[in-house]
């Protein structure tokens, strides 16, 4: 199973960067997992454009049978050991690659919604997008060591 995380836009701090590093490390003893930063070269257009040219952008780098799963504010909210279940039944479904995306400041575009498979949500807390990105690695990582049962994650 490959696990892919795809970002509109780069993470500019690096303090951060290095702790996403940390994480990829980690999450490397159970798997392929690499992170995919996009980005768009026109900025100054309005959000329903924005979305759009990025939504096709995402849809560019996902393949057709890929498990694509949102990171959504609307999405289903799940506990630590509720989404290693999920990352479970992601793994044990037909698709070789689950890829995991964070759409850009305005959201996604109606055709990326269509397309997915899941949306989950982090919180109704709003948080930075490059804050939800280290957010999103660590519970990646804790909920492959529930499944593994490791001792990480403590009951």
């Not at 990829?24 to 759009?52: M, P």
């Not at 049978?65 to 992601?90: C, M, P, R, T």
Request: charged share 25%; aromatic share 10%.
């Amino acid at each position: 199973m490959r696990i892919r995380f795809v970002c509109i836009g780069k993470t500019t701090d690096q303090q951060i960067k290095s702790l996403y590093e940390g994480y990829i490390n980690r999450l490397s003893h159970y798997g392929k997992v690499s992170i995919d930063y996009l980005e768009l070269k026109k900025k100054n257009v309005g959000s329903e454009v924005l979305k759009t040219e990025e939504g096709n952008l995402i849809l560019s780098k996902v393949d057709s049978s890929a498990n694509l799963i949102l990171l959504d504010e609307l999405g289903k909210e799940f506990n630590s050991i509720g989404f290693s279940k999920f990352l479970q039944k992601g793994m044990n479904a037909s698709s070789r690659e689950m890829v995991f995306v964070i759409g850009g400041a305005f959201g996604f575009s109606e055709a990326v919604y269509k397309r997915a498979n899941h949306k989950i949500a982090l919180s109704k807390m709003t948080f930075t997008h490059q804050m939800v990105r280290l957010i999103f690695l660590e519970q990646l990582y804790r909920g492959f060591t529930i499944l593994k049962g490791e001792k990480y994650h403590h009951n």
